[in-house]
């Protein structure tokens, strides 16, 4: 938080790709675009320091770490091509980091609905896309931590990267290389130099976009096609090769900026033991439990549809080891079989849909689009987001995903903060027009961390969402023992039969 003057240079200007803008275009009051956390931290014994001061100093010696902590957007003059990100070299993290008290008796609850309301709220553009929440006095004597980043800047798997370069995995903080000495700090860019970055980022665009073409033309136009509606449109086609879209449920209208958010965290060794159990990986289960849990709301708000809920699942486009910040992510649509109430056959439906998924993407990803040209872009996407926003559109638009599931795979080991140990970390999403309610299940440690975002209007028994979570999963433990319980021998029931054959 250096305040020594120092001479005004030129601003490093660094393009957002397509994918990345897209998100800042979608936002709108009721739709907020970025991706947080919430997190319990447990002091160190006998600690009598001033957690707030401590963790600003913290993250004031490590925002060189991270790029997302350390620029801002700078719009291109009347909007005409995506805005462009700008190094800010002085951060003051009195600007980010913030104090909250919750008032008595401080339970997890009233925790949830602070976090609900913070994170309704919009990031100012005017600075870096980040903010960090200290909350203080839950009757358990922890410390809730809420932090939360545009998704213009990180996607999940970027997330977890700059969690691990803020965090510690021990009580005693690592040593980290200091910044490199500023310069200067970055004058406000000129518009020519704004105009030319647009052109050379369309340009490059463009390019990126002719060099896919013959490896499209290889893949062959059908399976092209098919995997295209999939990854990019959530269409996934059926056996008779048409496109079906998702019921429509008392999540997917049009929703408010008023959020609800909840917490759940279930052990993750069961959980990974009871997949086994049954066959299936652990993202097989975890669409599964949440499946259920959707078809015990929905028998109570409107009545369980006659076919499949759909979900769309993000999936990673990352290259082992690259933690860059910025959006590698493509969506897939996953069936949920909704429909079918036996939790074993549901189970079946679901492996095989992600099976049919996984084979797409793992033969397309190389053609997955996350840059594309974006002359015209800010107009156009903003002014279709206001339309849907502001008319009954939202509750006539074509549903590809009833709900949004994501599964991301988190720390192993504890992690700190400050010296303070984070006993669990649930992640926190986005939702919009059209589907009201986003799970996220994140693993940590020995959990299996779930955190549910919603819209408040769409989902305001959130807390019953919770349970019906619970019920769900034990539906599947329950299951996953009875399948491993031992049979009798075939042996000896050949000689039981033999003793009551008549004679």
């Given at each position: 938080m250096s305040t020594t003057a120092a001479p005004?240079?030129?601003?490093?200007?660094?393009?957002?790709?397509?994918?990345?803008?897209?998100?800042?275009?979608?936002?709108t009051a009721e739709m907020p675009m970025h991706v947080g956390s919430l997190s319990l931290l447990e002091p160190p014994a006998g600690y009598t320091g001033g957690f707030v001061e401590d963790v600003r100093r913290h993250m004031a010696a490590r925002l060189h770490l991270a790029p997302a902590f350390t620029r801002?957007?700078?719009?291109?003059?009347?909007?005409?091509?995506?805005?462009?990100?700008?190094?800010?070299?002085?951060?003051?993290?009195?600007?980010?980091?913030?104090?909250?008290?919750?008032?008595r008796p401080g339970t997890l609850a009233q925790l949830e609905a602070c976090v609900a309301r913070l994170h309704g709220q919009l990031l100012d553009r005017n600075r870096p896309l980040w903010a960090l929440y200290i909350i203080e006095s839950l009757k358990s004597g922890a410390i809730g931590y809420y932090a939360k980043v545009h998704h213009a800047a990180i996607d999940g798997a970027a997330g977890i990267a700059l969690a691990k370069a803020m965090l510690d995995i021990t009580p005693q903080p690592r040593e980290v290389p200091p910044p490199p000495a500023a310069a200067g700090t970055a004058a406000a860019p000129a518009a020519t130099d704004l105009?030319?970055?647009?052109?050379?980022?369309?340009?490059?665009?463009?390019?990126?976009?002719?060099?896919l073409l013959p490896t499209a033309a290889k893949t062959g136009s059908q399976a092209l096609a098919q995997g295209v509606g999939q990854l990019l449109f959530g269409a996934?086609?059926?056996a008779k090769g048409t496109f079906a879209l998702g019921p429509r449920t008392a999540l997917n209208g049009a929703i408010t900026a008023r959020r609800a958010y909840g917490t759940l965290s279930l052990p993750l060794p069961q959980f990974?033991?009871?997949?086994?159990?049954?066959?299936?990986?652990?993202?097989?289960?975890?669409?599964?439990?949440?499946a259920g849990a959707l078809r015990a709301w929905l028998a109570q708000h409107g009545g369980v549809p006659r076919t499949t809920l759909y979900a769309g699942v993000p999936f990673s486009l990352r290259a082992a080891g690259d933690a860059r910040s910025d959006n590698q992510v493509s969506m897939m649509r996953a069936q949920l079989a909704t429909q079918i109430a036996d939790p074993a056959r549901r189970l079946a439906a679901i492996h095989a849909s992600m099976a049919m998924g996984k084979q797409l993407t793992g033969s397309l990803r190389a053609?997955?689009?996350?840059?594309?040209?974006?002359?015209?872009?800010?107009?156009?996407?903003?002014?279709?987001?206001?339309?849907?926003?502001?008319?009954?559109l939202a509750a006539h638009i074509p549903l590809l995903a009833n709900v949004a599931i994501s599964n991301v795979t988190g720390p192993p080991v504890p992690l700190y903060l400050a010296g303070a140990r984070m006993t669990h970390y649930w992640p926190a999403s986005i939702v919009v027009h059209g589907v009201g309610l986003n799970i996220t299940v994140q693993s940590y440690c020995d959990w299996l961390e779930v955190g549910l975002t919603a819209c408040r209007d769409s989902v305001p028994d959130l807390p019953k969402f919770k349970g019906m979570l619970k019920a769900a999963f034990a539906e599947y433990v329950a299951?996953?023992?009875?399948?491993?319980?031992p049979t009798a021998k075939p042996r000896k029931r050949v000689a039981r039969a033999k003793a009551r054959a008549p004679r």
């Open positions: 005004h240079l030129p601003p490093r200007l660094l393009p957002l790709s397509g994918l990345d803008a897209l998100f800042l275009h979608l936002e801002k957007l700078a719009e291109m003059p009347l909007g005409l091509a995506n805005p462009v990100w700008i190094n800010v070299p002085d951060v003051n993290v009195v600007h980010h980091i913030h104090h909250v008290q919750l008032p105009l030319g970055a647009a052109a050379r980022t369309t340009w490059n665009q463009l390019r990126k976009a002719a060099a996934a086609a059926t990974k033991a009871t997949a086994a159990a049954l066959e299936v990986t652990l993202n097989d289960l975890v669409l599964a439990v949440c053609l997955v689009p996350t840059d594309y040209p974006s002359l015209g872009a800010p107009w156009l996407l903003a002014g279709l987001t206001a339309l849907v926003g502001r008319t009954p299951l996953a023992k009875k399948k491993a319980k």
